[in-house]
């Protein structure tokens, strides 16, 4: 297996602009997760879904966040319009399921600065 | 709810020096306790986990063991390489998704 595959690796986009973020999770998995990492905030949870279900979207900052798993094999995570203070790593993991004993698989991320 | 404290770095040692990373957590009943590394550039990979107390994680030379009495986790290694530089996470599980540390830097130099 490929692993989680994330794209863009990179993203540069302007202020009010919209970015779209991809992943594909690993065939079998039935949770998937996104997260983002910052300087100042560490990884922080933005939304999980299960079965293709979101289950969990309070992590989401604002409305200008989105996700969505049309099906088991893909998830996008939308921020619109994107703002400055957005610019962060954002990762996708996978995983079979979601609690006990089950370690995550994460994508490589995509860097997003938004200028 | 749920968290983890792990000390801070960065972590500067030698090669061939010996490793600890602190970690404690505070968790309502009994979670599933991890470590994850993440080099540069890339994502986080799992190093090793632990499922209930007294169990020992390792891998790659890296040890650690869940206290459920210290409520504790640190990562030890007994001798550290160059390449083991990266960043390494803990993290819990119970029910709900994992709960990571803020990271510890470790950096070896020749």
């Known amino acids: 297996d490929a692993g989680v595959i994330q794209s863009p690796r990179h993203e540069v986009t302007e202020m009010g602009q919209e970015v779209t973020l991809r992943c594909k999770p690993i065939s079998g998995h039935n949770s998937l997760f996104w997260y983002r990492q910052t300087m100042m905030r560490g990884l922080e949870l933005l939304i999980y879904?299960?079965?293709?279900?979101?289950?969990?979207d309070s992590g989401m900052p604002e409305d200008r966040f989105s996700a969505k798993m049309p099906n088991a094999s893909f998830s996008t995570l939308k921020i619109q319009p994107s703002e400055p203070r957005d610019s962060a790593v954002y990762f996708c993991?996978?995983?079979?399921?979601?609690?006990?004993?089950?370690?995550?698989?994460f994508g490589s991320g995509t860097r997003l600065t938004v200028v | 709810g749920d968290s983890v404290t792990q000390m801070e770095g960065p972590v500067t040692l030698s090669e061939e020096a010996f490793l600890t990373i602190n970690c404690t957590y505070t968790a309502t009943g009994y979670p599933s306790l991890f470590w994850y590394v993440q080099y540069p550039g890339e994502g986080l990979q799992l190093l090793l986990k632990?499922?209930?107390?007294?169990d020992k994680g390792s891998n790659k030379g890296f040890e650690a063991t869940y206290r459920k009495e210290t409520t504790s986790f640190h990562l030890e290694k007994g001798s550290v390489q160059v390449s083991d530089s990266a960043v390494y996470f803990c993290a819990l599980a119970g029910n709900t998704p994992l709960v990571f540390g803020k990271g510890t830097r470790l950096s070896v130099i020749a």
């Open positions: 632990a499922t209930k107390a007294d």
């Open positions: 993991a996978s995983s079979q399921a979601v609690g006990q004993g089950h370690g995550y698989t």
């Open positions: 879904f299960n079965n293709n279900v979101p289950i969990d």
